[in-house]
């Protein structure tokens, strides 16, 4: 005779969490009032995870608003700030994909662009009566930074105006400026713009492991990588492609690819402090952030009768990482952290800026023949921004370019690095999900 055996499931309980949906410079999340979230932090989790559809390790998301990326898989938490030196607070969640697991460890810039106007729009700071541009001190609860955010404000309305001309790339469309100066951005986690000590150094990483075919296992040697290891705005390992050229060459993958460079953001992260083991570090996937860099390409002349002028194209190129993939453009905080490394001499984004363009395998791409040296080299060698100075630093992405202003202190440290985004709010409501 069979016997039925009836098993006993919790059933979850349904939320409703009020939100506004944003596309924030490059990514996009939902923006929330931190009262409308448990008291607690450590019970946050939960219910963004379910909320955006990480729920039963959903790679796709398929059953809550997340996008099913890294970039569309944020959320930003927002409240009227205590503090004297603030507006308002933001605390940055990135929710995994395909994972039930949250990381608060660092922060977002692209996300944190749309805080000033979400706090515009939801009236958590006033315009004062026909102001244009307004400034908005926004405090990183992740990183113990603050960030101004200049938005510019409808004269009539007194409401946050998202048209505009401005463009990014990897945006498509257009809107109005909203420039980010991130402020004392050094030592975002770890206290110090160079943790480790040294601007550049080498790290010794181990052989990479079998992928989906033994024929994948294509180093089987441990092999020296040259790094810098930075924390501004974010902490980055910031690779030199010209020192692991070779083995960049043999990969028979783009995955093998992803592989190598998890495994030196691993080390990386040992040698910031950050982990106490490549084991820990692989646990924590938001921080140290990692990038590939690669000299800039040769910069464009003009001619005009009798007179040549130089067009730099750029200072650097890099294709930088996002949760074990290749990020589709840039993080903002990465523009940061690499524009303060490029103002620092010594450091591998400063040395290859200043060398011949290579392609993406590290072989050297001839430079025009009447090149002239770029303001700022002596014999080859950028020396770097000089004290108490302001320039610009143009950095090469894979959708173009980022344009971010640098104001160097006494101290040889950025004391402000600005670049600019767009923000619009697509849609507010409320989102249903079980926990």
């Not at 160079?194 to 181990?206: D, E, N």
């Not at 173009?400 to 507010?428: I, N, P, Y």
């Amino acid at each position: 005779m069979a016997v039925e055996v009836i098993t006993q499931t919790r059933r979850l309980k349904r939320h409703v969490l009020p939100c506004v949906l944003m596309r924030a410079g490059t990514s996009k999340g939902m923006f929330i009032h931190r009262r409308d979230l448990p008291a607690q932090q450590a019970d946050w989790a939960p219910h963004l995870i379910s909320a955006l559809g990480s729920r039963c390790n959903d790679p796709r998301q398929i059953d809550g608003v997340g996008g099913g990326t890294s970039t569309t898989s944020k959320v930003a938490v927002v409240s009227v700030s205590e503090r004297p030196d603030a507006d308002v607070d933001f605390t940055f969640v990135q929710v995994a994909i395909g994972k039930e697991s949250v990381d608060l460890t660092g922060t977002c810039g692209n996300m944190v662009s749309g805080v000033a106007p979400f706090a515009v729009q939801e009236g958590l700071v006033k315009p004062q009566p026909g102001q244009i541009k307004m400034d908005v001190r926004v405090y990183s609860t992740n990183t113990d930074k603050t960030v101004v955010e200049t938005v510019e404000i409808d004269e009539a309305t007194g409401e946050y105006e998202e048209d505009g001309d401005y463009t990014i790339p990897g945006v498509s469309t257009t809107g109005s400026e909203v420039k980010c100066a991130f402020v004392n951005p050094a030592g975002s986690m770890t206290g110090k713009l160079f943790p480790s000590g040294h601007r550049q150094q080498i790290l010794r990483v181990p052989p990479l492991p079998l992928l989906s075919r033994p024929s994948d296992a294509v180093y089987t040697e441990p092999f020296d990588v040259r790094v810098s290891l930075v924390d501004a705005a974010n902490p980055f390992v910031l690779i030199d492609t010209t020192s692991i050229s070779t083995i960049l060459k043999t990969l028979p993958s783009s995955d093998a690819q992803d592989v190598l460079v998890e495994f030196v953001r691993r080390e990386g992260a040992v040698a910031m402090g950050l982990a106490t083991s490549v084991e820990a570090a692989a646990l924590v996937r938001g921080t140290p952030k990692v990038a590939l860099l690669y000299p800039p390409f040769p910069p464009l002349f003009t001619q005009d009768g009798s007179d040549k002028t130089e067009t730099k194209t750029s200072d650097i190129r890099v294709q930088s990482y996002s949760m074990g993939l290749p990020h589709p453009s840039l993080q903002l905080t990465g523009a940061v952290c690499l524009a303060a490394a490029l103002s620092c001499p010594g450091t591998v984004a400063a040395q290859l800026s200043s060398t011949a363009a290579t392609d993406n395998h590290g072989d050297e791409i001839p430079l025009t023949p009447e090149r002239t040296p770029s303001p700022g080299e002596t014999d080859g060698a950028k020396t770097g921004l000089e004290a108490g100075g302001e320039k610009e630093v143009v950095i090469a992405h894979s959708k173009g370019t980022m344009k971010v202003g640098v104001v160097m202190g006494r101290d040889g440290e950025a004391v402000s690095c600005a670049v600019s985004r767009t923000a619009r709010r697509l849609f507010e409501g409320r989102v249903r999900y079980y926990v």
